[in-house]
């Protein structure tokens, strides 16, 4: 039974501009997250406005807003590039024993983020 959906877009252009600035990245992302999208090279910004539409996103889908450290949801990767949550803290207590599925998507300078949260068996 799906319980959420959260759904959310950021301007690439605008993850471009936080890029820049650590103490924007050291706040929403954690060290691994931004390790990962160093590693994109030309589509780091890209990258980065998926991760944070997908935090977004998770929030939407708990229910709650952003209402915990969003260093507390990692988005991970597997090898074939698939999304999916590693949540600690707050976030991993909300979603309980929750599945919940990620996809992230980008196009015409907007990156675009999709969570469904459906009762079942915690990930990660």
């Not at 590693?86 to 300078?109: M, Q, S, V, Y």
């Amino acid at each position: 039974m799906i319980r959420g959906i959260g759904l959310d877009f950021c301007e690439i252009s605008r993850m471009e501009k936080m890029r820049m600035m650590t103490r924007f990245a050291e706040r929403y992302f954690t060290e691994a997250e931004q390790e990962y999208i160093r590693g994109k090279g030309f589509h780091a910004a890209q990258t980065m406005a998926g991760i944070f539409a997908a935090k977004e996103a998770l929030a939407k889908a708990l229910g709650t807003g952003i209402s915990f450290d969003l260093r507390e949801a990692e988005v991970i990767h597997d090898e074939a590039g698939r999304p999916a949550y590693r949540l600690r803290g707050k976030p991993a207590e909300l979603a309980g024993g929750d599945n919940l599925l990620l996809t992230i998507t980008h196009d015409g300078g907007i990156a675009g983020a999709v969570c469904i949260r459906e009762e079942g068996v915690k990930n990660g």
